[in-house]
């Protein structure tokens, strides 16, 4: 049995996490294998079955059950920033990862020197998103100029500072699918600002639901070579 480990609407970052996980597990029926997301490891497994897990979840749940069991690792975060880089090392040493998903040939670079068995991906469009949010009615009147997905911070006012002035600016920073939805469609663009200058990679977690919904955005130029 696989298990992807997906904790639906319990942090503002889960969304994108979520239907990464409800891709992974649509694409793993199709192939015939028995696949489920769950919340939280709390019942006993067998030593053969697999987990799915984020990076991020490791902070914040316990795995301490499934360290005999193998493990699928997707990372989400950008190693050069220390604290991911040894959150990221402290996992290969310390449970059984089979092999690991990026979304940074940048980090795929750095993984490679562990001897961990690395796949670069990236999923952009998903038909399955689209079809989720078909659900929601579609806002015709687009009155927000400026829309920032994700926490304020320092760096992120310095530019919605300024475009105040001129603009509607409003941020976004919910796990609330509907009110997501509604903001997207009554935005013209999307800026994409990274939270901090060490997460030098592309945002495809944000961009995947971006993308699906052909919402028109702006990205903070990505200067790592390896994701041009």
Not at 16 to 29: C, R
Not at 84 to 112: G, M, P, T
Not at 120 to 143: A, G, M, Q, R, V
Request: include cysteine; glycine fraction near 0%.
């Amino acid at each position: 049995m696989i298990y992807i480990i997906s904790r639906h609407q319990h942090n503002n970052w889960d969304l994108p996490f979520y239907f990464y996980a409800k891709i992974i597990h649509n694409y793993i029926l199709n192939n015939n294998l028995k696949c489920d997301i769950i919340n939280e490891v709390k019942s006993i497994f067998k030593e053969n079955d697999i987990f799915i897990i984020f990076t991020p979840y490791f902070k914040y749940l316990n795995f301490e059950s499934i360290k005999k069991n193998r493990i699928i690792l997707i990372n989400s975060e950008p190693i050069k920033v220390e604290k991911n880089r040894k959150l990221v090392v402290n996992i290969i040493n310390n449970y059984r990862i089979i092999f690991l998903i990026d979304y940074s040939k940048h980090n795929i670079k750095y993984l490679k020197r562990k001897n961990i068995e690395t796949y670069y991906s990236k999923f952009i469009y998903s038909k399955l998103i689209e079809n989720y949010f078909d659900k929601y009615e579609k806002k015709k009147i687009k009155d927000i100029d400026f829309l920032i997905l994700g926490s304020i911070n320092e760096r992120r006012l310095l530019i919605t500072d300024k475009l105040k002035y001129n603009y509607k600016v409003e941020y976004l920073n919910t796990n609330n699918y509907k009110k997501i939805y509604d903001y997207l469609m009554r935005t013209k663009i999307v800026l994409i600002i990274l939270s901090n200058e060490n997460n030098n990679n592309i945002d495809i977690y944000r961009l995947m639901i971006l993308v699906t919904l052909k919402v028109f955005f702006i990205h903070e130029y990505v200067y790592n070579k390896y994701d041009l």
